[in-house]
């Protein structure tokens, strides 16, 4: 008996021995405006068509702000279940073609116009929703398992797809064993950030060809727009330039921030990026730039080949990483953290400016690459340093009392009543204002 048959042999039964109205009853209710609360671990039952009955029962209305929460899981497993189902009888149409017909490829051109009519999709779609199918059922059979049991989306499903479609089966079979435990608890960002550093780390020799394959292709693009503006766009840059750049240019927009300035941070970035093109003098203050790079120690030495990673880009190949650290930069800051291979705890830093940044802001810097809110990557250079427990609280300025919140999160922290404490092992606990707690990893993807 197949999935489906267990899923309704489980249903019906329990229809039969409880009743209609079973369901429902399920609930306990008590007196009060958010008066029902939901099944415990409601959130964690395995998905199916028992699980979406008990949701169809559900009124939200009638929840905590907590519970609604606790439905919104169980309803994402549930939409991840059926999109599961939904590509594999994808594939299932490819493969009934595949036996009416002896030429492969007419029988796939044949499975995804069926598709493309069936759900009225254009043929662009439909062929690159049947090769996704395909590539879940012959080449990463474990996400789709992952996929069919609500513990990942879509989302992520397609970011550990796309993100290891360069390698070879065994390879990216080899990095999925690796990653699919993490991938519920990553935010797609951080999931691809992490499959990056997995890919490298699987053939090193390939990622050094693929990226000195993709630097060689590097060009400028500019495309008009249906509202009569032009897009500019630079392909394939050496990431670490391109990051160094990207850095300088919010630099000059934000010095140029006055409280007479009427033009917003973006158009100000894009005024300068062209001024700067077209050699249009500024007013604004050129400074230097920040480049952050933590590389480990082997690496560094060229006793290996792990790749590194760049603050507010990502993973980037050994040797980028050990050109940074190895090079001096008269136009920018270049900061770099030696660690741990083992534990990738930071054994050393650095910087190339004559005077160093106060030596609390370095430490916390060199231990926390990003904002340390959850799923956030907001590069450590660009966040405020926060006070863990409040100044105003009593809280001392320590480097165990700081760590980094981008402005958004900082404001999320402060205003919207989210509380944060530091685990002993390095990891942060937060807690939301509907009272769910999050515990995210000390170190990042």
Same mark, same amino acid.
Not at 69 to 79: D, E, K, N, T
């Given at each position: 008996?197949?999935?489906?048959?267990?899923?309704?042999?489980? #249903?019906?039964?329990?229809?039969?021995?409880? @009743?209609?109205?079973?369901?429902?009853?399920?609930?306990?209710?008590?007196?009060?405006?958010?008066?029902?609360?939901?099944?415990?671990?409601? %959130?964690?039952?395995?998905?199916?068509?028992?699980?979406?009955?008990?949701?169809?029962?559900?009124?939200?209305?009638?929840?905590?702000?907590?519970?609604?929460?606790?439905?919104?899981?169980?309803?994402?497993?549930?939409?991840?279940?059926?999109?599961?189902?939904?590509?594999?009888?994808?594939?299932?149409?490819?493969?009934?073609?595949?036996?009416?017909?002896?030429?492969?490829?007419?029988?796939?051109?044949?499975?995804?116009?069926?598709?493309?009519?069936?759900?009225?999709?254009?043929?662009?779609?439909?062929?690159?929703?049947?090769?996704?199918?395909?590539?879940?059922?012959?080449?990463?059979?474990? #996400?789709?398992?992952?996929?069919?049991?609500?513990?990942? %989306?879509?989302?992520?499903?397609?970011?550990?797809?796309?993100?290891?479609?360069?390698?070879?089966?065994?390879?990216?079979?080899?990095?999925?064993?690796?990653? $699919?435990?993490?991938?519920?608890?990553?935010?797609? @960002?951080? *999931?691809?950030?992490? =499959?990056?550093? *997995?890919?490298?780390?699987?053939?090193?020799?390939?990622?050094?060809?693929?990226?000195?394959?993709?630097?060689?292709?590097?060009?400028?693009?500019?495309?008009?727009?249906?509202? @009569?503006?032009?897009?500019?766009?630079?392909? %394939?840059?050496?990431?670490?330039?391109? #990051?160094?750049?990207?850095?300088? =240019?919010?630099?000059?927009?934000?010095?140029?921030?006055?409280?007479?300035?009427?033009?917003?941070?973006?158009?100000?970035?894009?005024?300068?990026?062209?001024?700067?093109?077209?050699?249009?003098?500024?007013?604004?203050?050129?400074?230097?730039?920040?480049?952050?790079?933590?590389?480990?120690?082997?690496?560094?030495?060229?006793?290996?080949?792990?790749?590194?990673?760049?603050?507010?880009?990502?993973?980037?190949?050994? %040797? $980028?990483?050990?050109?940074?650290?190895?090079?001096?930069?008269?136009?920018?800051?270049?900061?770099?953290?030696?660690?741990?291979?083992?534990?990738?705890?930071?054994?050393?830093?650095?910087?190339?400016?004559?005077?160093?940044?106060?030596?609390?802001?370095?430490?916390?810097?060199?231990?926390?690459?990003?904002?340390?809110?959850?799923?956030?990557?907001?590069?450590?250079?660009?966040?405020?340093?926060?006070?863990?427990?409040?100044?105003?609280?009593?809280?001392?300025?320590?480097?165990?009392?700081?760590?980094?919140?981008?402005?958004?999160?900082?404001?999320?922290?402060?205003?919207? @009543?989210?509380?944060?404490?530091?685990?002993?092992?390095?990891?942060?606990?937060?807690?939301?204002?509907?009272?769910?707690?999050?515990?995210?990893?000390?170190?990042?993807?």
């Amino acid at each position: 008996m197949g999935r489906f048959g267990v899923e309704k042999g489980l #249903v019906e039964g329990c229809f039969l021995s409880w @009743g209609c109205g079973t369901i429902e009853r399920m609930f306990d209710t008590a007196v009060g405006p958010h008066s029902e609360v939901i099944p415990a671990g409601l %959130d964690q039952m395995e998905p199916g068509v028992f699980l979406a009955a008990i949701l169809s029962a559900v009124d939200l209305d009638k929840l905590s702000g907590h519970d609604r929460i606790v439905v919104l899981r169980a309803q994402q497993r549930m939409a991840s279940h059926f999109a599961a189902r939904v590509y594999e009888t994808m594939a299932s149409v490819s493969d009934f073609m595949d036996e009416l017909d002896d030429d492969p490829e007419l029988a796939t051109e044949s499975a995804a116009a069926e598709i493309r009519v069936a759900l009225r999709l254009t043929r662009r779609a439909a062929d690159n929703e049947l090769a996704f199918a395909l590539d879940l059922k012959q080449r990463l059979p474990r #996400v789709s398992d992952a996929l069919a049991a609500g513990d990942i %989306d879509v989302r992520r499903a397609k970011t550990i797809l796309y993100g290891t479609a360069h390698l070879s089966e065994a390879t990216a079979q080899a990095v999925v064993d690796r990653i $699919i435990a993490q991938a519920p608890r990553l935010t797609t @960002g951080q *999931l691809r950030a992490r =499959i990056t550093r *997995l890919c490298i780390e699987a053939d090193p020799e390939e990622a050094q060809q693929r990226y000195e394959d993709a630097e060689a292709q590097r060009r400028v693009v500019c495309q008009p727009t249906e509202a @009569g503006t032009a897009n500019l766009f630079v392909y %394939d840059l050496a990431p670490d330039r391109a #990051v160094a750049v990207t850095r300088r =240019i919010s630099a000059l927009a934000k010095s140029l921030k006055t409280s007479f300035e009427t033009r917003s941070m973006d158009q100000l970035r894009a005024d300068v990026f062209l001024d700067l093109l077209e050699g249009t003098p500024t007013a604004a203050s050129l400074g230097r730039g920040v480049v952050d790079i933590h590389v480990d120690l082997q690496t560094l030495a060229r006793l290996a080949d792990r790749p590194g990673d760049l603050g507010g880009y990502g993973p980037v190949i050994a %040797d $980028i990483a050990r050109q940074i650290t190895e090079q001096q930069q008269d136009s920018a800051e270049w900061r770099y953290t030696v660690t741990d291979p083992q534990t990738s705890v930071p054994v050393f830093n650095g910087t190339t400016r004559r005077r160093p940044t106060a030596s609390q802001r370095r430490h916390v810097q060199a231990r926390d690459r990003t904002c340390i809110f959850p799923g956030c990557r907001m590069p450590v250079v660009a966040c405020d340093l926060d006070h863990r427990v409040p100044w105003a609280a009593g809280g001392p300025t320590t480097v165990s009392n700081l760590a980094p919140l981008c402005r958004h999160d900082h404001r999320i922290k402060h205003e919207a @009543g989210w509380t944060h404490q530091a685990l002993a092992d390095g990891d942060h606990q937060w807690t939301t204002k509907l009272g769910h707690t999050y515990t995210t990893s000390g170190k990042p993807p």
